[in-house]
């Protein structure tokens, strides 16, 4: 009984408490642990991303009551970017265990009919985006958009504070923005 507690315990401590939930009884150092299925709490949330090959920018924002909506656009040095905003409904959306699945429905008159499907952990999604007319497909990695706001805040507070330091000490020039190229 012992070595099953110090064994959960371990697994508590690698996990970070944040999925397992009970080791099998012969396992060691959480090679037992089951992943505990996000809840609908857990993924009814806003998430940010983008596709993987960085060109198409995702806010999937999902209710409680499995409705939603969702918006991508493509990044501003890209050709599509002139076309703005493609905006949808999500009419309904689901989760089985680590799985989501999202009906969508345009919501602009350039937005295409598109699929989104995949998995997730509670804390990403990895989905995959698609047109249902014209049959191309992205990888697309979301995120909970507050593990960004919250990081890039505090990262940036930080990177101010090194710059009022540095304010005397350091030429305008090597100042962001200004017509230097060295910072």
């Known amino acids: 009984m012992e070595t099953r507690i110090k064994t959960l315990l371990m697994c508590f401590a690698i996990t970070g408490l944040s999925g397992c939930v009970l080791p099998l ?21 806003t998430w940010v ?10 806010r999937l924002e999902l209710m409680t009551n499995g409705t939603g909506r969702c918006a991508s656009v493509h990044l501003p040095d890209t050709v599509p970017y002139q076309y703005g905003v493609n ?63 919250i990081p890039n805040r505090d990262t940036k507070r930080a990177i101010e504070e090194m710059a009022r330091q540095a304010k005397s000490t350091v030429p305008a020039e090597a100042v962001p923005g200004a017509s230097a190229t060295v910072w």
């Open 87 to 149: 905006a949808y409904r999500v009419t309904r959306w689901r989760l089985k265990d680590f799985q989501v699945t999202l009906d969508l429905e345009p919501a602009s008159t350039n937005s295409e009919p598109i699929y989104l499907k995949g998995s997730t952990s509670g804390h990403t999604m990895n989905m995959e985006v698609g047109s249902t007319a014209l049959g191309w497909s992205r990888e697309l990695v979301l995120r909970l958009e507050d593990n960004f706001t």
């Open 49 to 58: 991303g983008y596709t993987g090959d960085e060109l198409a920018f995702f």
């Open 25 to 45: 009884p012969s396992s060691t150092w959480c090679d037992g642990c089951w992943a505990r299925p996000p809840t609908i709490q857990d993924v009814a949330k």
